[in-house]
């Protein structure tokens, strides 16, 4: 069974602070892995999609990969109300032509003005 | 990023009804587009795989007698549930893939799906 795990969190953090995001995945296989942020009632939306291990910083965003220890985080730099959502961690598992994502559960963020 | 578009956004059928919803691609053909299920504070449950031109592939415990799904062109996916029942009712999200090799996955709005 392929799974992702994140923290259901929730997760608070005050206004202009960092928020980090955790995510480990059971399929040492998979190469592609993404962040989605989901608002309430809302369908998901990507923010982030990192390949390979290290840094990867687009704007408040950095994604981390980590494939030795089956990590993948997001930190959130300046985090304002409006970055709160639930946030889901997916990879694409291992295997020829396999495009179907595994998604974790998401991790709910609050930030407090 | 690419344009997903998803219709209904919500919709209250009766029991015993017949819902179709359609997920468009506007501005990419997709080969590929998935059909996903999330229902209140959980994560989204994958329950078909949408494959233009071939039958869809279903996840394990996915009725597909059931949940009907059309892709007839490279722009188009259906999702049909048939005789729908109260225990139906959920967000039901589509997603495509903009081409194949590309791995990032774009999702419609998602159709609110009551069904009383």
């Known amino acids: 069974q392929k799974e992702v795990e994140q923290n259901s969190g929730p997760l608070s953090v005050p206004e202009g602070a960092i928020a980090s995001l955790n995510c480990t995945y059971s399929?040492?296989?998979?190469?592609?892995f993404f962040w989605y942020r989901q608002y309430s009632g809302k369908s998901p939306e990507l923010i982030m999609s990192i390949y390979s291990n290290g840094d990867k910083e687009d704007g408040r965003f950095t994604a981390q990969l980590n494939k030795a220890s089956q990590y993948v985080s997001l930190l959130i730099r300046d985090s304002q109300p409006s970055d709160s959502a639930t946030y889901l961690c997916?990879?694409?598992?291992?295997?020829?032509?396999?495009?179907?994502?595994?998604f974790g559960k998401g991790t709910k963020l609050s930030v407090i003005p | 990023g690419a344009v997903v578009s998803q219709h209904p956004s919500w919709v209250i059928c009766k029991s015993g009804t017949s819902v179709k919803i359609e997920c468009r691609s506007l501005?990419?053909?997709?080969?590929?587009m998935f059909w996903y299920r999330q229902f209140p504070k959980q994560s989204l449950m994958l329950m078909a795989t949408s494959n233009e031109g071939s039958k869809a592939t279903y996840e394990q415990g996915v009725e597909k007698d059931k949940f009907l799904i059309n892709h007839a062109s490279l722009t188009l996916s259906t999702l049909t549930v048939t005789s729908a029942h109260p225990e139906d009712s959920s967000f039901y999200i589509c997603s495509a893939l903009p081409g194949r090799g590309n791995t990032e996955a774009f999702f419609g709005q998602g159709t609110r799906l009551t069904v009383v």
């Open positions: 399929d040492r296989g998979s190469q592609s």
């Open positions: 997916a990879c694409l598992p291992s295997g020829a032509g396999s495009y179907q994502l595994t």
């Open positions: 501005d990419f053909q997709a080969t590929t």
